[in-house]
């Protein structure tokens, strides 16, 4: 009998520790989403102006979004990396506020970037 109270007490060992870690897990991970993570990204060179230069900036803010956006080793969270580079593209496009850029985001998406406006 004590051999079974011994087991019993091994089991309920197991079982608390593994809800300990599975807490510790879950709160990890939202300490991590609470983190910012961003780059800058420097288009002093292209000309804007131009599609080629509007172009080539996407190209750079996209690179930058995946960076940042990008949690490697983690595949599970592929739609949620996807989903962060779509509003990170959407902020920083929406936050330049270039004609041709936005035209580019637009066709390239199919989606408004998002605008940046002022509350009291």
Known sequence: MNSIMKTDNRTML????????????????SYAD?????????????????????????????AAARRVCDQPGNWMLAARTNACVT?????????LSLPLLTAFYE?????????????R
């Open 14 to 29: 197991a079982y608390v520790t593994a809800m300990w870690l599975a807490c510790v897990l879950v709160a990890s991970n």
């Open 87 to 95: 509003k990170a593209e959407s902020q920083a496009i929406g936050k």
């Open 34 to 62: 609470d983190q910012v993570r961003s780059e800058t990204v420097k288009f002093a060179d292209l000309n804007v102006n131009t599609s080629a230069g509007a172009e080539a900036l996407y190209g750079r803010i996209h």
């Open 107 to 119: 066709q390239k998406t199919g989606k408004h970037p998002q605008t940046f406006t002022a509350n």
